[in-house]
């Protein structure tokens, strides 16, 4: 067991550490308060080779490990979540199904310019269409449809809550090619959001991650060509989970870096502010909450990196992924209300961050499995 990270581990973190302060700080304020897509920042992301950082570089990636993405996504989400899903969603939920289920012809023509996250100098990044009004959690009860018409597919049905909904050029929709079947018939497919009959409704109003891009999206008689079905009819579910799998690395990612941020800002916090004639972290009271958050943090940061391990050398992640995201995601809640806590009135208004951080964290314990999934998900494998 090594828990050394490598030179080129380290220069990740410094980079994604410096786009963060330097690119994501600036504003962040106000992009959550008017629900501004941070556009220009995931532009530098892809310039730094962030939009596809585990795809190997004749696909158009970056060919990193999955401990560097970890690595990443933490610098950023301890600045900027709403940055940090965009990238997340992109390279766990977009990328890695198409690098890992595609054909050459679509890994040529979707997964290079996704990967890259951009197309003739603009902005190109993917979306993932598995959530609808009624299949949240019971991702089987999809209603989205799919006929096939002999010589293209036709798609009908309406997905929610999409991350990057707005923006995406590529969408990525889970739908029903046989309802009978159950999970059995569920089938996915790559859609364009330029094609006739996509239409995207209006953003939605969240109470965290809110620059992130979040709309439903309508497919009324869209015809999509038979090759841009990923895999066989009926592989859209197991599709669906294994992409959700390494998708939870990611939003555990997230979630840890909510928490460190919001624990970075109080420890320095606690210096600074005096109560009862000296600094706050003198007194026990907030060195025992500083404590808690740094071990909580910590145990987070191993549970992503051993799901990271798993996954970099062909293992099975299922199980490990789900205990990271919803270990990480309930140390970000905690951390971060305790944060609150410790900033006392200042914590509440929006100046200091960590009011944000705190609205931030909850989305970590809803999207791409509740933590109650999670421990479905958890105890099927340990139970096994
Ligand atoms: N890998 C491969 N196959 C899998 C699998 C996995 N990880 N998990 C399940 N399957 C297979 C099962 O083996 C089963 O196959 P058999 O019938 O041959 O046995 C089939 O899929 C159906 O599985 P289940 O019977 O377990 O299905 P279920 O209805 O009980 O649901 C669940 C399982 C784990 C609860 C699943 O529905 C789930 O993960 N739900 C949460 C969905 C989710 O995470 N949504 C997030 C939306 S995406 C998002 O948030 C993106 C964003 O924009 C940020």
Redo the contacts with the bound molecule.
């Keep these: 067991m090594n828990f050394q990270l490598t030179d080129e581990h380290l220069t990740i973190k410094k980079a994604a550490h410096d786009f963060a302060v330097n690119s994501c700080l600036p504003g962040v304020i106000e992009r959550d308060e008017k629900q501004v897509f941070p556009r220009e920042q995931v532009i530098q992301l892809a310039e730094l080779g962030f939009m596809g950082m585990m795809v190997k570089p004749e696909w158009g990636g970056s060919g990193m490990d999955t401990i560097s993405y970890v690595l990443a996504l933490e610098e950023i989400s301890k600045i900027d979540a709403s940055t940090s899903?965009c990238m997340?969603?992109n390279n766990s939920?977009v990328c890695w199904g198409l690098e890992a289920y595609g054909t050459e012809a679509q890994k040529q023509k979707y997964l290079v310019p996704l990967a890259q996250g951009m197309k003739d100098g603009e902005l190109y990044i993917g979306?993932?269409l598995?959530?609808e009004p009624e299949a949240?959690?019971?991702?089987?009860s999809q209603r989205t449809v799919v006929e096939d018409k002999g010589s293209h597919y036709l798609l009908n049905g309406t997905k929610n809550?999409?991350?990057?909904g707005g923006t995406a050029s590529v969408y990525l929709v889970m739908a029903q090619t046989d309802a009978s079947k159950?999970?059995?018939g569920i089938t996915t497919f790559i859609v364009e959001k330029s094609w006739p009959g996509v239409q995207v409704g209006a953003k939605e109003n969240k109470l965290g991650i809110r620059g992130s891009d979040?709309h439903s999206i309508s497919f009324t008689d869209v015809e999509v060509p038979k090759e841009n079905r990923i895999g066989d009819e009926g592989f859209g579910?197991?599709f669906?989970?294994?992409t959700?799998?390494g998708?939870r690395i990611g939003?555990a990612s997230q979630a840890l870096g909510i928490a460190s941020g919001a624990y970075e800002l109080s420890a320095r916090y606690a210096t600074q502010r005096k109560a009862f004639g000296k600094e706050i972290f003198q007194h026990q009271a907030i060195q025992f909450k500083l404590a808690d958050m740094a071990t909580r943090i910590e145990a987070a940061r191993l549970l992503c990196f051993h799901a990271a391990w798993e996954k970099d050398h062909g293992l099975d992640y299922?199980t490990s992924s789900s205990m990271a995201k919803v270990f990480a995601s309930e140390a970000a809640m905690w951390t971060t209300t305790e944060a609150v806590q410790i900033h006392g009135g200042y914590g509440y208004v929006k100046e200091y961050h960590v009011e944000r951080l705190m609205r931030d964290a909850k989305i970590t314990q809803i999207?791409?499995?509740?933590s109650e999934?999670q421990r479905?998900?958890i105890a099927?494998g340990v139970l096994r």
Excluded: H, Q
Excluded at 161 to 164: A, G
């Design positions: 899903v997340s969603v939920l979306a993932f598995l959530s949240g959690s019971d991702a089987t809550w999409i991350t990057n159950g999970s059995k979040t579910f197991t669906a989970m294994k959700l799998a998708g939003i299922t999207y791409e499995g509740t999934i479905i998900v099927r």
